[in-house]
């Protein structure tokens, strides 16, 4: 193979202009951008690796509404969104009730009613936790659940509208968060910094 020096000479101390393109394009890398490939790739990894992953059976403990643990996994329920178990919201009546806490607990007793849970796992997330959807001993869909149940919302943008239904039962019925002033649900808040412990916020904008 001509070595670069001999190329060099043979074009008269000036490299082709191909050979000029590659080795600028490649010192044009940029630390920022080595970063943002090196965070695709775990990304990847990640995912990849929840995908393959056999599904986690075993005795469920509840976190919050939409969050259980199995076998030291943190498992959150794939498109569906519970309210926080700090979360207040009020009734018709205007009466506060912890929408929050009534979720966890509610999904607590339901689990029970048929143990072990199995999950089949979609993707971790941002935060290391496993994505997927659940199933007590007696083979009943838990998000599903969560949703018809009014314990939880259904998170369209993942779900595809699979809970559509399940929410409109719930929302019918004035179940569980849909017990709320003026038809309206309590969806959860994004965590707690600078938000009070309250739906009347998420009920005004909506």
């Not at 990849?48 to 498992?75: F, M």
């Not at 998000?143 to 993942?158: F, K, M, Q, S």
């Not at 039962?169 to 179940?175: D, E, I, K, L």
Request: with cysteine; hydrophobic share 40%; glycine share 10%.
């Amino acid at each position: 193979m001509i070595g670069f020096e001999m190329a060099a000479a043979a074009f008269d101390g000036r490299l082709p202009a191909f050979q000029r393109r590659a080795k600028s394009s490649c010192s044009a890398v940029s630390p920022v951008t080595k970063r943002k490939v090196y965070f695709f790739l775990v990304l990847l990894v990640m995912a990849n690796s929840a995908q393959g992953a056999e599904p986690i059976v075993g005795h469920a403990s509840v976190i919050d509404g939409d969050t259980i643990e199995i076998a030291g996994e943190r498992i959150q329920f794939s498109g569906v969104d519970a309210p926080e178990g700090w979360q207040v919201c009020s009734d018709e009546k205007g009466s506060d009730f912890r929408c929050g806490k009534d979720a966890a607990s509610a999904l607590d007793a339901f689990l029970a009613a048929a143990r072990p849970t199995r999950c089949d796992l979609v993707k971790r997330d941002r935060y290391g936790r496993f994505v997927g959807t659940c199933f007590r001993a007696d083979g009943k869909d838990v998000n599903r659940w969560l949703v018809e149940t009014g314990n939880a919302i259904d998170r369209e943008e993942h779900s595809k509208g699979a809970y559509a239904d399940a929410q409109a039962t719930a929302r019918s019925a004035g179940a569980g968060i849909w017990r709320s002033q003026f038809g309206r649900s309590c969806p959860a808040l994004a965590g707690r910094v600078n938000r009070k412990p309250t739906c009347e916020g998420s009920k005004r904008n909506q």
